[in-house]
């Protein structure tokens, strides 16, 4: 039975140095890099456009834009412009977006505390069809509790792309804020 753990344990460690280093970046976030991207790395006040997906921490799927991952709803290609230090997007995933580089993806893992209520966007990247809706709502409602049962502090999980990295031309246009692009 020993050599059975010990053999999992390797392959576990195996499979896990495959992906990345997980980046601890303190108050509970933290992300890992899928893929890096190439040229500059986007910094405060630059303007970028992403795609992402939100997942709970047990890996549901909650909604998603720009991956096409949902039915009825064509959105591959679909952006969501972000400008950096603004609080488009909550602030876990603006401390993540930091130093990263076009193409790049990373899994961020984040703490209710520092997801959409931190954002200053009058609409922060929430669900647009009435499924990711609902299950904005169902985790709401788990972080509040129903009355009977204290609320659970479910962490999230933003998996972002950074699509494009704006111009400073670009970035005049976009002072405004985020949004869909």
């Known amino acids: 039975i020993e050599s059975c753990r010990e053999e999992g344990e390797r392959r576990v460690a195996e499979e896990d140095a495959l992906l990345g280093p997980i980046v601890n970046m303190g108050q509970g976030v933290r ?11 986007l910094k405060v006040g630059d303007v970028c456009e992403v795609t992402y997906e939100v997942q709970k921490s047990n ?9 096409d991952k949902e039915p009825g709803k064509r959105d591959l290609g679909e952006t969501y412009r972000v400008v950096l230090g603004k609080h488009d997007v909550p602030v876990a995933v603006e401390m993540a977006l930091e130093g990263m580089q076009k193409g790049g993806v990373r899994k961020i893992e984040m703490p209710p505390k520092l997801g959409f209520e931190t954002s200053k966007n009058e609409a922060p990247p929430l669900p647009d069809n009435f499924s990711g ?27 972002v792309e950074l699509v494009k990295i704006r111009d400073k031309k670009g970035a005049k246009a976009a002072e405004g804020g985020g949004g869909l692009e």
Do not use: V
Request: glycine letters at 14%.
């Open 59 to 67: 890996g549901d799927y909650m909604w998603s834009l720009g991956r």
């Open 31 to 41: 992300y890992r890099e899928s893929r890096r991207g190439t040229g500059p790395a």
């Open 133 to 159: 809706q609902k299950k904005y709502e169902r985790y709401l409602a788990l972080l509040s509790g129903n009355g009977l049962q204290p609320g659970y502090q479910a962490e999230l999980i933003f998996e």
